[in-house]
């Protein structure tokens, strides 16, 4: 997942439209305009059925050439590759520590309702998020993973192409911490 300040950043917009962009995902940028996930909304943005159920649409894990994964890393990873596909859920979000963070070149959303309110703003800043392709990388503590996306901004149509390395770090059977290190 970019932010999408990331994304504008590393786009050639018109400086208008850039403005535009950045100002409307100030709320999901900043602790005290935070979009906040109720359960009613998240629900109803979510494709699980219930807070229980994970429902992990990214199944097929590719993995380079010896990485082996266990049943648990290949839950975690889908969940995450989920997330980066805008499909969050309260379940999915519950393999994630209330401290836990994620972070990109642009953005260090530390805590539950700062991480939960950048899955939830894919949602709403993106009309189509398609992955191109992922790779599993290591599965060490962080999990490395290589990941190609493209991103179409809701309301302009604008396309970017991301190539991210993607690292996972976790303590215990919790994700503490994600790491979007785009590269485009």
Known sequence: MQSLRTTVARTSFTKSTQHT???????FQTPSTL???TPQTAAAMSTSDSFGKLNIESKDIKTASGVDLSEHQRTVIGSVLDLFAGRPSLAKLQLWKD??????PLTIAK???QYEAQWYGLQTAF???ERLGHEVKSNGNPIEMDLDTRYVVKGLGMEKKISSKIEIWMEGDKI???ADKCES
Do not use: C, P, Y
């Open 99 to 104: 401290d836990a963070e994620f972070t990109d």
């Open 21 to 27: 962009l950045l100002n409307t995902n100030k709320r």
């Open 176 to 178: 503490v911490k994600v």
């Open 111 to 113: 805590g539950r309702k």
């Open 35 to 37: 979009f906040r996930a």
């Open 127 to 129: 009309s189509e998020i």
